[in-house]
């Protein structure tokens, strides 16, 4: 838990003459044993500017426009579009690179963005919910 991590710390920086690498990782060892405890790994993201292992909450890791809103929790992607009627689902594109998503329907973009944390391209797939119109 939280304490061995912090005995940890300890012993970690008198072997390394108190640097704060030693600081940093298990700092980041902390964060991930909290989420875990929590039943919430998912809320786990690195940080875009510091390369950090941060917490996240699921807000932040999404985001929403009149458009779509959608989110990013573990292995999962979800976007929701508003106003497209189901029945055009067909003739959307999908396209995925380990680090951001693209949407588009017939010539003009839908959505395209940044992910918080990567994923595997080649292991991307998507599918269609929704019932009726606007789905």
Do not use: F, N
Not at 62 to 77: L, P
């Amino acid at each position: 838990g939280v304490e061995a991590c912090g005995a940890r710390l300890a012993e970690e920086e008198a072997k390394a003459g108190g640097g704060g690498a030693a600081r940093l990782r298990l700092a980041e060892e902390a964060v991930m044993a909290l989420a875990r405890a929590d039943g919430d790994a998912s809320s786990l993201a690195v940080d875009g500017e510091s390369g950090r292992v941060v917490r996240r909450s699921h807000a932040e890791l999404g985001g929403a426009t009149e458009s779509y809103e959608w989110e990013q929790s573990g292995e999962e992607i979800t976007v929701r579009l508003r106003g497209l009627p189901r029945s055009l689902a067909s003739s959307l594109r999908v396209r995925s690179t380990s680090d951001s998503l693209e949407v588009r329907h017939g010539g003009g973009e839908l959505l395209r963005g940044k992910l918080h944390a990567q994923v595997v391209s080649d292991e991307t797939t998507y599918e269609v919910e929704g019932e009726g119109e606007g789905e």
